[in-house]
């Protein structure tokens, strides 16, 4: 999240997206930046391969807006998504390094789109005929016999490249143009498909994906269809699946299924007789629900479900793609006494239902039924239902592959925070979809909390309600933490002295066998007098397993130094194991607090909060290696390949190194060469283990008139390494001016006008590191540098 200076020198980076192909080709032919700081993308757990899955598609005011300098929409609801497009009106949109990160550190698969609109039709043609040469050229001899359309495989090989450069996972082709060399090109087409998808997987790996939205036809018409017919279906043979146009009728969706099925397997990829064809599943093909409306069933909005109680996700088996989600916050956002946090109950809303049963959610009307469309049977749709209850929740990657960490942070904030310390504060709010993590999806839109352990269940006494908030005034690390609130009733049972509750938080999928550490820093917000609370992190496997290869947890609580950490949050960190054949795989677990009360009066309601700042899970290691930073360094950067967001040249740039060192050991006690033991621990060698970094903060402080440094402690935050648009591990571009609060100010440093102004003198930056597991840095393992 570097800091910019403010929305007017926003502007996304060159190349950020492509108008033409022939933008493309100039692309292809440069020396591209090195996108290094992409997170790939990690298997979820095994899910329900007869359910249908959730397709997102995300066109947001055009793309490319989300400005660092304000509040912008964020997607939130990742486990229940199983694919994410990001959509704009250019001709090739790439995900910005942002959003891949979001949607990768969640385990799911993020797409980029080719879109073809009115004016397009020579770039279709260029699309399959390649590149064009700047030499005069031409055929030897006319040929003698008829042939079709040359196809050339140069645009699947750039599209490809610029997937596997980028780290997204694939591209929706959108061609809502004629295609005017009619059945020719449009076979054609289909098998360029086929070459685009050999590419794809050869560069980016076997989940790649293609996907065809339904609007041109097999004689080259633009007609959308509204399902999956003889009209688009060679479309939907050579790509990987189909998005269906939205405006269809309420029986399409099973006439869809009918019709696939009907389908012989020589077309939809037997694999046993058929391994060359794509093999084709009635969950690859996505019915199109647009949240706008527009023509689809139930209107949009808070009637998109009746739509999707149609499509029938978790009976029929197909799949659902959700078109212009941020309607919740397009729709709002000019309305009087509108606010992040009202939009977010918006949103909640729509997404995992009323918090409180009194929650109000307005429901559209039906519009009229379309031509020869029968009204939807009674029952089939009259209580709304949230999006997120048609589809399987799946966790994020297990945590032996991608270190789970989370602050709680919607990628949006009005504050910045490092260990509890406010160093940055913007009214107006900033930016960094980068900086998005879970949010808890075990907690809205309320934690379903219920007593814990085998004494604890009480006749005639209430189970605590609980309630969920995104907190943006005070945080641990980053910009936000996660309100927990109880409310215990009054009672006069001989049980209310001691209660203890559990509260899932988060779901995660374990590895059985394998052991982990976990870590929770948290801070009660409310002091009780003649009350004691006490908080403590635990994992439990998450349903119902009656047949469960699993023994349940082994859980041990870890002493650590500081348990009490500064400004009031304190620290619990835990090692467990889930017992069972290490065959067994993964399982669906929950990780969460126990809350156990102890109050003297019982008889009047008690109420309480406590904030969770960061959550982190990850692979014991023995023995554990030290991160740090090695050094720093400060260049003036090449403006070509720099992907500053803003048009004025920058000062320079900063860059550094991560090194590891190892604990002390007692020396080996070798006698002979025969001896069976190894000199030190050894390190991991099955799987990675150097260290990396989440982030960096960078703060910035000059020197005194006397030529000496100030105290680190003086110097100001000016920003974060990795931001949305960023795709550089180690690297932090330094602007001529930093926007920064007025609140925010230290000795020799002017802020005027809300811009850090660096002097002509020395300056010293420093360079803090954070941890995959959330650990910040100490000075003592950072580094400076001097300019």
């Keep these: 999240m570097p800091l910019l200076g403010n929305s007017r020198d926003f502007a996304p980076p060159k190349y950020a997206y492509f108008e033409s192909l022939e933008e493309l080709d100039e692309w292809a032919g440069t020396t591209s930046l090195v996108f290094d700081n992409i997170l790939p993308l990690y298997p979820r757990m095994n899910r329900d391969e007869q359910r249908g899955r959730l397709l997102v598609c995300h066109d947001y005011k055009g793309g490319y807006t989300e400005s660092p300098f304000s509040l912008s929409y964020t997607f939130n609801f990742w486990s229940s998504c199983d694919t994410f497009v990001y959509f704009s009106h250019h001709r090739v949109t790439v995900p910005p390094p942002g959003w891949i990160n979001a949607s990768h550190r969640q385990g799911v698969k993020i797409l980029g789109t080719l879109i073809f609109e009115g004016g397009g039709e020579q770039d279709c043609l260029r699309l399959l005929v390649g590149k064009l040469p700047k030499s005069r050229t031409g055929p030897v001899s006319q040929p003698t016999t008829f042939t079709s359309l040359p196809l050339s495989s140069h645009y699947a090989r750039v599209l490809a490249d610029l997937a596997k450069q980028r780290g997204f996972d694939g591209y929706l082709l959108n061609f809502e143009c004629p295609l005017v060399g009619g059945m020719e090109q449009t076979r054609a087409l289909a098998a360029w498909i086929t070459l685009l998808q050999a590419e794809l997987k050869l560069k980016v790996g076997s989940h790649a994906e293609t996907m065809w939205y339904d609007s041109v036809i097999i004689n080259g018409r633009l007609a959308w269809q509204d399902r999956l017919n003889s009209l688009n279906l060679p479309f939907f043979l050579s790509s990987s699946s189909l998005f269906s146009n939205y405006t269809w009728r309420n029986n399409y969706p099973s006439l869809t299924a009918q019709y696939f099925l009907s389908l012989d397997s020589s077309l939809t990829g037997d694999v046993t007789s058929h391994p060359h064809i794509h093999q084709k599943k009635l969950q690859d093909i996505y019915m199109g629900v647009d949240v706008w409306g527009r023509g689809s069933h139930g209107n949009g909005g808070f009637g998109a479900f009746k739509a999707i109680s149609h499509i029938a996700p978790s009976l029929l088996g197909l799949s659902v793609a959700l078109f212009g989600q941020a309607w919740t916050w397009e729709s709002e956002q000019d309305k009087s006494g509108w606010s992040w946090d009202s939009w977010w109950t918006y949103e909640r809303k729509l997404w995992t239902g009323r918090a409180d049963p009194l929650e109000e959610i307005s429901v559209p009307d039906m519009p009229p039924l379309k031509h020869g469309e029968v009204p939807c049977e009674a029952g089939i749709h009259d209580e ?114 001691f209660r203890c509750v559990w509260m899932p938080v988060q779901s995660l999928a374990i590895t059985v066998a394998r052991v982990y550490e976990a870590s929770a ?87 309480f909060s406590l904030l969770l700042g960061q959550l982190n899970v990850y692979p014991s290691l023995s023995p554990p290696h030290i991160p740090s930073l090695l050094w720093a360094d400060f260049t003036v950067p090449n403006t070509k390949t720099t992907s500053s967001a803003t048009a004025r040249p920058p000062l320079g740039a900063l860059t550094w190194e991560v090194s590891a060192s190892f604990p002390s050991f007692d020396s080996p006690r070798i006698t002979s060469p025969e001896d069976s033991i190894a000199a030190w621990p050894a390190q991991p060698s099955a799987e990675a283990w150097f260290p990396k970094l989440l982030y960096v903060n960078i703060y910035a402080l000059e020197y005194n008139s006397n030529g000496m440094p100030g105290k680190v402690e003086d110097a100001v935050w000016i920003g974060t390494s990795g931001s949305g648009y960023e795709g550089m591990r180690n690297t932090f571009v330094v602007e001529r001016g930093i926007s920064l609060s007025s609140s925010v100010s230290a000795p020799n440093i002017s802020t005027g006008d809300g811009v850090l102004s660096i002097g002509t003198g020395k300056m010293r930056f420093y360079v803090q590191g954070v941890t995959e597991s959330g650990v910040v840095l100490d000075w003592a393992r950072c580094v400076f540098v001097d300019v």
């Excluded at 910045?416 to 930016?431: D, H, I, L």
């Excluded at 669906?588 to 019982?602: C, D, K, P, W, Y």
């Design 384 to 497: 709304f239902t949230s999006l997120a209850s048609y589809f399987q929740q799946t966790p994020p990657p297990d945590p032996v592959l991608l270190p789970f960490h989370t602050t709680f942070s919607p990628g949006v904030g009005r504050r910045w925070f490092v260990e509890g310390r406010e160093v940055f504060n913007r009214p107006q709010g900033w930016t960094d979809v980068n900086k998005q993590m879970a949010l808890g999806d075990f907690v809205w839109p309320k934690p379903v909390i219920s007593w814990e352990g085998d004494i604890m269940d009480p006749e005639g006494l209430e189970i605590p309600d609980a309630k969920s908030q995104i907190c943006m005034d005070n945080a641990w690390n980053g910009g936000s933490s996660l309100r927990l609130s109880l409310v215990a009733s009054g009672s006069e049972s001989e049980h209310a002295a």
């Design 521 to 607: 820093v948290y801070k009660l917000e409310t002091e009780i007098s003649g009350v004691d609370i006490d908080v403590a992190l635990s994992i439990k496997t998450f349903g119902d397993l009656p047949n469960s290869p699993t023994s349940g947890f082994e859980i041990t609580s870890l002493s650590v130094e500081e348990t009490n950490l500064e400004r009031g949050w304190s620290l619990l960190k835990i090692r467990f194991s889930l017992g069972g054949s290490p065959q067994s795989g993964s399982q669906h677990s929950s990780l969460g607090l126990i809350i156990t009360i102890v109050s003297e009066e019982t008889t009047q309601p008690l109420t």
